[in-house]
């Protein structure tokens, strides 16, 4: 009894002689908040990073005169020396840095809570601007996709396939809401304006036991708050589309507003010019808004919402002699979410963020067809659609407690409602009165309990957590167990060693016929008889930075088990105007495999000085086996590539001159293509011979190497009213002919017909030009 008597005494003596510090960063002048900023005590291993909200807690000795450095990439690092009597909550401002030439010192001291992450990547929106890209639409996407382990869909796609993983794998998320479909124009652009977004959080693998619901990837983005001193404005003019960001204070220094968009505009200007009997037009736009509340120094409120929509309209009118016929086809898919968040510090240890989210996902094909006979004849006027859509209801609260130093703790739990309507069909026609009907819902609920800890001890340090996710079916209950598990040494200073293992369950499945993550691929929940898909992952790495020259290698292995992932039967589809209103159940159309995946890869990343940039390369490979397909054997994937390379450079050549290249190489696709062509005898009615094209096993042909240059210059001045550039931009500069697909052509000549496999490409070399300006 005594001796817990001595422990509890001697307990109160060390919590005297310790005090804390906690506070937000944020940047000085607009006030947002910074995430990820390093807070550490000089001379020791004593340190912490911001939280996504920028808040900080940090143990301190009593009594003791202390040097405190914050410092973020991109801002002016900030020291405080203070002698501390009693825990203090103390803001601290960091001033952006200006761009300036010369090399800037980098410090090679890694904080605990850095030697534990693996497999992630935080990507500056500055550095995302740089990159060259098709038409000057700089894309958050395809930057993620010239990083290692990720894999680029068909050419010029947004499609991500991240370490063996399908593009349905990747947990998106906008302000903790879920975009479900980030593709505009077929795949070919991302649903995120950059002007609109603060903070791009991209991990591989080792997820921290805070996130859930996907295999492959979490791709975590920020919205801007808006400053809270004054208006900014910043926009573009380009080839494709234009933008314009506006941000400032609703109550100068209390509250922020925020509001983006962006908008194409080539069917404004070529409609009018189309002739009467056939108009084509296409548009998307994206809309971003944000307001953010201080509502003292322990709440805040923000709310945000993101408003996005294609839109495909063919109209057609044909006049003849005895009939008059108009068509009125389109396309139209979109996402909306909402977000309202309410931040509260309990107290200088615990931060809490309570989250209530709304995502709406809206597809939509149609066709109208009408004929007016003047023969006297029936008239027929006919309307078939198509319709599929997602909406969630997720309700979520987070926990950051910080016991001590060693220990960084993060807890919670969420509920989402997902209401499912992966295919309604609707047939009218108006001459006769019928009406054909298919429409196929469902709803169910998806759970989860977090808790996980971030250790420090010296060199080593641990992020250990566990997740028990579960779904509520009309038919049945999903529990699972997620362990995760990260750790990491520091051998040296500036040299550590990384581990990882993950297992996810995924309750949500794409089908899809093309493999590229298209808005016509339809989401569907996993039920009785569509089990989840689950994973398991295991990597280990080497991270070494060198100071002087500004420059971090990552070295990564990993091996990676999926299982429970779906995919069409031969010849299923869902998207067919001549099937009538026959009750097609998705469940019987697919079949579900299993997929294996590992590989290594290489990053030398540079993010200080006039060049900065990266270089990766990637050795993977990835297998599937369905029982149902390939004869049941195992098959390499569209997107299985051997060999994945890129070279992203920035060269600040004068304060008002800026060039930038990329270039990438590819193992081409693995693809079914024909291998030969056979005839059968033409049935009743038939004239000819019908032809078929023999395609072989499943993926047997390998396509041509892929590769591609980009490159880009930018002209900056300073002008009274703020900052404009000029940017002028080649997209695949000499013109390199990769395939998109193969076909058959059969030729004549003296030796009698012959056959030869042609290849097909898409984007010759592409020139932009892209107005941008800030004020």
Known sequence: MNYCWLFVFLSAIVQAQTVTLSGYVREKGTQESLVGVSVGMEGTTIGTVTNAYGFYSLRLPANQTVLIRFSALGYATEEQTMTLTQSLQQNIALTAQAKELDEVKVSGQHQPTEVAQMSVVRLPVSQIKQIP?????????????????????TEGSTALYVRGGGPDQNLILLDEAQVYNANHLFGFFSVFNG????????????????????????????????GKDKVRGEGGVGLLSSRLTLDGPLKKGKSSFLL??????????????????????????????????????????????????DALRVKEYIDRTSSTIKTNSGLRWGNATGTLRWNHLVNQKLFVNTTLAVTDFRFRLFDEFERVRSDGGENSHTFTEFTSSIRDYTLKTDFDYFPNNAHQVKFGALVTHHRFKPRAYFKENREDNTQEKDNQASSNQEFAVYAEDTYSYKSFSLNAGLRLNGLQTAARTYIFLEPRLTAGYSLSRNLSLKMSYARNNQFIHLLTNTGTGLSTDLWVPSTERVPPQQSDQ???????????????????????????????KEGATFLSFDEGAKPLQWENNVTTGRAWSYGTEVLLQKNKGRLTGWVDYTLSWTVHQFDSLNNGKRFYPRYDRRHDFSLVASYKLSPKVTLSANW???TGNALTVPQGFYFTQGGLGQTFPERFDYLGS????????????????????????????????????????????????????PEGQRSRLVKRALFPVIPSVTYNFKF
């Open 538 to 568: 295991i990597a280990v790495g080497l991270s070494k930075a060198f100071p002087k020259a500004g420059l971090q290698l990552t070295i990564e292995s990993y091996r990676k088990w999926m299982r429970g992932i779906v995919a069409y």
């Open 133 to 153: 890209t098709l038409l000057g639409e700089k894309d958050i996407i395809k930057a993620l996709q010239l990083l290692p382990g990720v894999q680029k869909g």
């Open 698 to 749: 499943r993926n047997s042909f390998r396509a041509e190497a892929y590769h591609r240059l980009d490159v880009a210059v930018q002209f900056h001045k300073k002008k009274r009213w703020g900052e404009r550039t000029w940017e002028v931009g080649l997209y695949n500069a000499y013109n390199r002919q990769n395939p998109l697909y193969y076909y058959l052509k059969t030729e004549n000549s």
């Open 260 to 309: 983006s968009g962006r908008r194409t505009y080539l069917d404004l200007l070529t409609m009018p010019l189309m002739p009467k009997e056939e108009k084509v037009g296409y548009h998307f736009y994206d809309l971003n808004a944000k307001i953010n509340l201080d509502l003292g120094e322990k709440d805040k409120l923000y709310l945000s919402g993101y408003f996005g929509s």
């Open 195 to 226: 002007d609109a977004i603060k903070n791009v959080d991209f991990w591989k693998g080792g997820f921290p036991a805070r996130y859930g619901g996907r295999l492959s990837s979490v791709i975590d983005l920020q919205m801007k708050e808006g």
């Open 664 to 666: 990438v190489y590819a």
